[in-house]
């Protein structure tokens, strides 16, 4: 018998042959397990047809197999995925950062589903999900389900810090030359440097903010890969495009 979460959300692939792009729902139980299916409709269908008497993990359960029967619905471990730095659609840039999530869904060695943007949150707006996923939370797991909330309150917090943080640094020069932070400098780095720029593998530190950026630069802006880390040893990974946030 599963025991449900409220992790629910969609996510895009790219067509091989003509290159457009497909919208899945996924869902994931508390052991880890993710359906994914293409056609909400259907799950839709089983729901408003079951049995509202009928205890809501059983039913759910049902469901669930009626829709691996016909093909409709996949499912994977989530501990297959892995996470990779694929660049967000512009069509969901309305959805803030701390709603997405960018990883590849490694099903098998040959078969390797790309995801160009998920959008997961406690509070998703997929309505045809919810019902179902919030009583089975709430039955099986409230001590879980609080503490999943608080933990997703102080991420979106710490997130929120980042972002006010990167916009009020924007464009200000960054000090390579110290070899102690400065109480007069900004920004100050540490790490590689060609041409007098960071460039290669370095550190940012936000001086007075308590918050470093560890990571890719090129050209002295923050490029590739990397994470953000305040005093409190909180840290998030990123990824940047010539100092433009992509993704988090």
Same mark, same amino acid.
């Given at each position: 018998?599963?025991?449900?979460?409220?992790?629910?959300?969609?996510?895009?692939?790219? $067509?091989? =042959?003509?290159?457009?792009? =497909?919208?899945?729902?996924?869902?994931?139980?508390?052991?880890?397990?993710?359906?994914?299916?293409?056609?909400?409709?259907?799950?839709?269908?089983?729901?408003?047809?079951?049995? *509202?008497?009928?205890?809501?993990?059983?039913?759910?359960?049902? !469901?669930?197999?009626?829709?691996?029967? *016909?093909? @409709?619905?996949?499912?994977?471990?989530?501990?297959?995925? $892995?996470? *990779?730095? !694929?660049?967000?659609?512009? @069509?969901?840039?309305?959805?803030?950062?701390?709603? $997405?999530?960018?990883?590849?869904?490694?099903? %098998?060695?040959?078969?390797?589903?790309?995801?160009?943007?998920?959008?997961?949150?406690?509070?998703?707006? !997929?309505?045809?999900?919810?019902?179902?996923?919030?009583?089975?939370?709430?039955?099986? $797991?409230?001590?879980?389900?609080?503490?999943?909330? %608080?933990?997703?309150?102080?991420?979106? @917090?710490?997130?929120?810090?980042?972002?006010?943080?990167?916009?009020?640094?924007?464009?200000?020069?960054?000090?390579?030359?110290?070899?102690?932070?400065?109480?007069? %400098? =900004?920004?100050?780095?540490?790490?590689?440097?060609?041409?007098?720029?960071?460039?290669?593998?370095?550190?940012?530190?936000?001086?007075?903010?308590?918050?470093?950026?560890?990571? %890719?630069?090129?050209?002295?802006?923050?490029?590739?890969?990397?994470?953000?880390?305040? *005093?409190?040893?909180?840290? !998030?990974?990123?990824?940047?495009?010539?100092?433009?946030?992509?993704?988090?």
């Amino acid at each position: 018998m599963a025991s449900l979460t409220q992790m629910t959300g969609f996510f895009t692939k790219q $067509r091989k =042959k003509n290159k457009t792009f =497909k919208i899945s729902y996924f869902f994931v139980d508390s052991y880890g397990t993710m359906y994914y299916l293409s056609n909400l409709a259907q799950l839709n269908y089983y729901i408003k047809n079951s049995n *509202s008497d009928i205890d809501v993990l059983n039913e759910f359960t049902q !469901i669930i197999s009626k829709l691996e029967s *016909s093909n @409709a619905i996949t499912k994977m471990s989530i501990q297959n995925c $892995r996470i *990779s730095g !694929i660049k967000t659609l512009q @069509a969901y840039d309305n959805v803030p950062f701390y709603h $997405r999530q960018h990883f590849e869904l490694q099903i %098998s060695q040959k078969n390797v589903i790309k995801v160009l943007q998920v959008y997961s949150t406690i509070e998703d707006d !997929i309505e045809i999900l919810q019902e179902v996923i919030k009583q089975g939370s709430q039955k099986q $797991r409230p001590n879980q389900q609080l503490q999943l909330n %608080s933990d997703v309150e102080k991420k979106n @917090a710490f997130i929120e810090e980042i972002l006010q943080l990167l916009k009020k640094y924007e464009g200000e020069v960054i000090n390579v030359n110290a070899n102690e932070i400065q109480q007069d %400098s =900004k920004l100050y780095y540490t790490g590689q440097i060609v041409d007098g720029k960071p460039e290669g593998q370095g550190t940012l530190f936000y001086n007075l903010e308590g918050i470093h950026y560890k990571g %890719s630069f090129q050209n002295g802006k923050k490029h590739g890969v990397g994470y953000i880390a305040n *005093s409190n040893l909180d840290q !998030i990974d990123c990824e940047f495009e010539y100092d433009i946030l992509t993704g988090i």
